[in-house]
């Protein structure tokens, strides 16, 4: 899971961990690999706590692909079936940050051959023209195979995702429309165009 | 920041002022870009209207068409009436002069409230205030521990009472704290709450009334868009908010919609947040902002950044040295080290007037590592040859290149890049100022000439 600072992944994790569980009846285990945002692990602890999944953390500052690698060992060890792997919040803009985002994604696949097998962006429905820009970014460093619409529950309609799928071919996957647990949808294609007419 | 608004109406100015007489159909062309351009920066449509109606009914009085050089002439009122979107002159906070004064903070989920909370305790810590921070967002899971790390980095106390109590209680108990501890300032983080969530924007509207704030300020997000008008017309009407923070301003977006928030809101930018560290934290400046966008340069922001970190007598010395040709390696290093501090490189190369045309700077990330690069070289001469380069022969350019991890065609380079780079100086000491091919060459070390728009 990647994106901008602030665009809802952590919550997103949570809320894809507890639907996985909850539903399918997998076993979850939740990579805190933004070891940069103060307290990022302790969040994510508390939603896998939610979601009775199990997290592989490390010290504030360590290396999030060792974090990566532990926590694919711990879910091999343990016989998961899904591991999500939370990443920093960063601006795309950041060149160092973001080579530091394909070197965690390059450790997943060394670990675990095929690996990952989504990478999901999340984008901030009340983002303007640049989230164009975040995607295509994004999808060159790390191969994105589509977008969480964060943040639809409010009036923004999240119309820059449809740039998106149209220049980057990146599919909108699902929605989030709120801070629960099952705030947490498909993506209906003929419900957002729908919403977009709406006026 | 801004760049591309800014290439807009670079591009179209530049058309008008090739001209040299303008005509209402000029006028018109350009008003179409500057539309255009604005609202692709995400400048809420209506904002876009009256400032483009406004701006062409200057554009086409007396002033303009009377005037010597017409294009000039649009170029500085586009940048008055963008400096009057953004809010006029700078204004400054608020403070009581008695007993604490209260800064409470507001805005949508992930807009960098916490952040921007410690971000400004620092920035009036700096200033010599004693900061104190209210932890009142109850519902993010480790939204207290966050604010207490970052809290605690940038020397402020923070008042928390776990996430049982009722955010409102908790305010009013810190607002109780801070008087008994006599604190200048206490800083009141909230949770972050959709506009149309009328639970917590009551409860928000309750903070304030319990905290009576002397300021209020709305956290936006820099890459927001259309919908940015909306959720400040919300946040105006339940805590009356008296001023904006624009955060991850860093970023590559134009910022457009945050602008637009002041002409729906009649509310001033007060702050603008461009980084990840505590410190990538400073005052708005509406008017340098909006010679920026035209690509005049945001030079006093600059000189204010440079003034901060270079040491006065460090700077005499170096001017000695420029005048009298002693500019060493070693003098290189310490300048590079010098300008490092200021923050990306790639950030300052924006603020330098006339940079925002040359692409391939602009396109060129400045690469941080190569930087380093250049500091381990250096580090790995001598004293001697730090001083008097012309002693490094074919032998020692190659221990230099074994100890600082590099090759002999890294070390060449950097020699070569020296060499103009003094050259440059000492045109420069005796009053010429390069031209900017010249720069651009010694940043390129030898790459083809860039070329470069000439007006």
Redesign the interface.
């Known amino acids: 899971m990647v994106g ?5 992944k952590t919550t997103t994790i949570g809320k894809i961990a507890s639907h996985l569980s909850g539903e399918f009846g997998l076993r979850v285990v939740l990579a805190a690999a933004d070891t ?5 692990a ?2 994510l ?3 896998a706590d939610r979601a009775g999944a199990e997290l592989i953390r490390s010290e504030p500052g360590g290396d999030p692909g060792a974090v990566a690698f532990d926590a694919i060992d711990a879910a091999r060890a343990r016989g998961a079936d899904v591991v999500i792997v939370d990443t920093a919040g960063r ?6 940050l973001m080579d530091e985002l394909g070197k965690v994604r390059r450790v997943i696949g060394k670990q675990l051959p095929g690996a990952p097998h989504e990478t999901l962006i999340s984008i ?8 164009l ?2 995607a295509k970014v994004f999808a060159d460093a790390v191969a994105v195979d589509g977008v969480v619409l964060t ?1 639809l ?5 999240g ?2 995702v449809l740039a998106i799928a149209s220049e980057l071919e990146i599919p909108v996957k699902l929605i989030g429309t709120g ?1 629960k647990l099952e705030d947490l949808r498909p993506f209906d294609p003929t419900e957002f165009a729908n919403a977009l007419l709406a006026g | 920041m801004f760049d591309q608004l800014s290439d807009r109406l670079q591009a179209t100015l530049s058309e008008v002022r090739a001209r040299g007489k303008l005509t209402e159909s000029d006028v018109d062309a350009a008003m179409r870009e500057i539309r255009l351009a604005l609202l692709e920066a995400d400048v809420n449509f209506r904002v876009v209207k009256a400032f483009t109606k406004e701006l062409k009914e200057r554009c086409l009085g007396s002033e303009v068409l009377e005037s010597l050089d017409p294009g000039q002439q649009v170029v500085k009122i586009v940048n008055e009436e963008l400096t009057g979107l953004m809010g006029g002159s700078g204004r400054e906070l608020a403070f009581s002069s008695s007993g604490p004064t209260v800064i409470l903070m507001a805005g949508l989920q992930g807009s960098g409230k916490t952040t921007a909370c410690a971000k400004l305790a620092q920035h009036l810590a700096k200033g010599g205030k004693n900061v104190a921070l209210a932890a009142c967002d109850v519902y993010r899971p480790a939204a207290v521990d966050q604010l207490v790390t970052v809290g605690g980095r940038a020397g402020a106390h923070v008042y928390e009472q776990g996430t049982d109590a009722d955010p409102v209680e908790i305010a009013a108990w810190a607002l109780d704290r801070a008087r008994e501890d006599d604190r200048d300032v206490l800083i009141v983080d909230t949770a972050g709450r959709l506009h149309v969530d009328e639970e917590l924007m009551a409860e928000l509207a309750r903070i304030r009334k319990r905290t009576k704030p002397h300021d209020v300020l709305l956290v936006v997000d820099a890459m927001t868009g259309q919908d940015a008008v909306g959720v400040a017309e919300s946040f105006a009407e339940a805590a009356e908010f008296d001023g904006v923070v624009m955060t991850k301003l860093d970023g590559d977006a134009r910022g457009g919609a945050a602008l637009s928030v002041k002409a729906v809101t009649g509310k001033p930018i007060l702050f603008a947040s461009t980084g990840e560290k505590l410190d990538a934290f400073e005052a708005f400046h509406p008017d340098r902002m909006a010679s920026r966008i035209l690509g005049m340069g945001d030079v006093l922001s600059l000189i204010e950044k440079a003034e901060e970190q270079v040491d006065q007598r460090q700077a005499e010395d170096l001017q000695k040295k420029l005048e009298d040709d002693r500019f060493t390696l070693e003098d290189f290093l310490q300048q590079m080290r010098q300008v490092r501090k200021m923050g990306p490189l790639s950030g300052l190369i924006g603020m330098l007037p006339g940079m925002g045309a040359m692409k391939q700077l602009k396109g060129a990330e400045v690469d941080e590592g190569e930087l380093d690069r250049v500091e381990a070289i250096i580090l790995s001469m001598t004293p001697e040859e730090r001083v008097n380069p012309g002693v490094i022969n074919g032998s020692r350019r190659k221990r230099i290149a074994h100890g600082s991890g590099t090759r002999v065609q890294h070390v060449n380079q950097l020699l070569k890049q020296f060499e103009q780079m003094r050259k440059l100086m000492r045109q420069m000491v005796s009053g010429n100022m390069p031209s900017p091919e010249q720069l651009a060459q010694m940043g390129g070390g030898g790459a083809p000439r860039p070329r470069v728009r000439r007006r």
């Open positions: 901008v600072n602030g665009t809802g940069y945002r103060a307290a990022a302790e969040q602890a508390e939603w601006l795309h803009t950041q060149g160092n901030d429905a009340t983002t303007g023209q640049n989230g820009r975040q943040k529950d409010g009036t923004a309609k119309g820059i801070e």
